[in-house]
């Protein structure tokens, strides 16, 4: 006997899952973040910056998949705590450009030890997180190509 609710299933929904697994993730980050004075989306900002050194507002926006709203408080807290100093584009005062500081470039040596230690709470083979990567930034990068449309 077909059920036609199957698709409504807990168990049978794709969201689920990655929505849980991000909850437990973002969790064992915490302690991990809270030793450098971080909640986990200043972190992803701080990886963007240790990264790029100097990006505007819109690509660090782009880049993490947040909106401008939730991106303005968490470059003020970094600036407030030093790690970044923000400035309007000479070229285009629209713009605000994020540079890292020398409190933030530290702040990176000190952040060393969060990936190792996130990597062996889980005990994925190289392969399964391979496939588990490409998975995830196969969907991102739909995404992406989504909102460069519009």
Not at 20 to 34: E, Q
Not at 39 to 51: A, D, G, S
Not at 58 to 79: I, Y
Not at 120 to 138: D, I, N, P, R
Request: charged content about 30%; glycine content about 2%; aromatic content about 8%.
């Amino acid at each position: 006997m077909d059920d036609k609710y199957a698709a409504l299933r807990l168990k049978n929904q794709l969201c689920f899952p990655l929505y849980a697994v991000s909850n437990m993730i973002t969790r064992k980050y915490k302690p991990l973040l809270d030793k450098l004075d971080l909640t986990y989306t200043q972190y992803i900002v701080m990886m963007v910056l240790w990264e790029e050194k100097q990006v505007n507002e819109k690509f660090l926006c782009e880049a993490l998949f947040l909106k401008s709203n939730t991106v303005t408080p968490l470059l003020q807290k970094l600036e407030a705590k030093g790690y970044i100093a923000k400035a309007k584009d000479t070229s285009d005062e629209r713009n605000l450009v994020i540079t890292l500081t020398e409190a933030g470039k530290k702040l990176q040596e000190d952040a060393l030890c969060v990936p190792e230690a996130i990597a062996q709470e889980y005990h994925l083979t190289l392969e399964e997180a391979m496939g588990l990567y490409q998975v995830l930034y196969k969907m991102l990068d739909q995404e992406r190509a989504k909102n460069t449309e519009k």
